[in-house]
C-alpha cells in the first residue's frame, strides 16, 4: 500500500491548506505570513511540545439555518469562545476542527467545510507549569445537520446557540470571534439568492 504525502510530511495538509487560502484583507493576508513562515520554521508546530506556539484548529459551528452559532464559555481563558483545541500531531486540521467541535459539544451529523475559514494567532497566558505561548488557530466552517441538543464538556464552563448578527456587534465578545460572525454574515449575503418581488 503506498504511503499518503501526509505520512512522509505531516506538514503537507497545513501547507497546503495555507497555500490555497485567499486572503481578503491585509490583515487575512499578513495572519497568512505569519502561519506559513512559523510552519517552516517549526517542523513539530502540531505538538503541544512546541514551546513557543503550537497550531490549533478550531470550528465555526453554524445551526442549520445559518443564523446562530454554538459557543463555549471556556474553562481555562473564561471567555466565549468557537469550540476547538490542539492539533495533537494531526496535520489534517479540518478534521481536528471537526473533532474538537464533536467532543466540546456531544453534537453528531456535523459535517466540516474542507477550505480555511479564518486565521488568527493569538496569544495563551502562563498557567502552572506551562509558559505563555502562540496558539495559531486554523479555523473551519463546521455546520450542525442533525440534533442541536448539545452536552457540556469539562473543557467548558457552559455552551449556549448564539445569534450571529447580534455577536457581531457585541462590543463583550472577543473581537476574533467578532470578526468571525462579521465575516460569515458577509459570506451569507453573498450567497443567500434574494427573492424576487412579488
Known sequence: MPLALSDLDPLAPLLDLLNRFRAATPQAAAALRLFREFANAHTDCLERSCVPGHITGSAWLVDATGRRVLLTHHRKLNKWLQLGGHADGDGDIARVALREAQEESGLGDLIVEPAIFDLDRHMIPA????????????????????????????????????????????????????????????????????????
Open 127 to 198: 498557567r502552572g507549569n506551562e509558559p505563555a505561548h502562540w496558539h495559531y488557530d486554523v479555523r473551519f466552517v463546521v455546520r450542525a445537520t442533525g440534533s442541536e441538543i448539545f452536552t457540556i464538556s469539562n473543557e467548558s464552563h457552559s455552551l449556549a446557540w448564539r445569534d450571529i448578527a447580534d455577536i457581531a456587534s457585541d462590543s463583550s465578545v472577543d473581537e476574533s470571534v467578532r470578526r468571525l460572525a462579521r465575516k460569515w454574515l458577509e459570506r451569507s449575503s453573498n450567497t443567500i439568492p434574494t427573492q424576487p418581488s412579488p
